[in-house]
């Protein structure tokens, strides 16, 4: 059972950065890895995944140019750099994990395609 750990989360001023760390408790070289994201009142919405090798990276339009992917195979660590945040990005990130193989933008944006789930990290921006 892998275990999945965000951090990085907090409270910023519209404009600023920040990085989550998705942080797992075993090797997920095998994994693709996706983080999603829960407004208040809202479904869990897709924003990015990356594929298991790292060679194919996902995006929801409303971050692509401003968030950007990445993983670090040999700490078990996947890095969602969020730039020129804005209020509409509030919400609590969580990363999921899987190993089923998808090809698609539309399967990496299944929640139910994802057995492994952190608790979620909070952003808040404010105007």
């Known amino acids: 059972q892998v275990q999945l750990v965000e951090s990085g989360g907090g409270s910023v001023q519209a404009g600023a950065s920040l990085r989550l760390s998705c942080a797992a408790s075993e090797r997920t070289s095998t994994h693709a890895i996706t983080w999603f994201r829960q407004a208040p009142g809202k479904e869990r919405e897709f924003v990015s995944a990356i594929s298991w090798d790292g060679t194919a990276t996902y995006y929801t339009d409303s971050v692509k140019g401003r968030f950007t992917i990445s993983r670090d195979v040999a700490e078990n660590t996947v890095y969602l750099q969020m730039n020129s945040l804005k209020p509409e990005d509030t919400a609590v990130y969580y990363c999921?994990?899987?190993?089923?193989?998808?090809?698609?933008?539309?399967?990496?944006?299944?929640?139910?395609?994802?057995?492994?789930w952190g608790q979620g990290t909070q952003v808040t921006v404010s105007s």
């Open positions: 999921a994990g899987t190993r089923s193989f998808c090809a698609s933008y539309g399967c990496y944006a299944r929640p139910r395609e994802y057995p492994y």
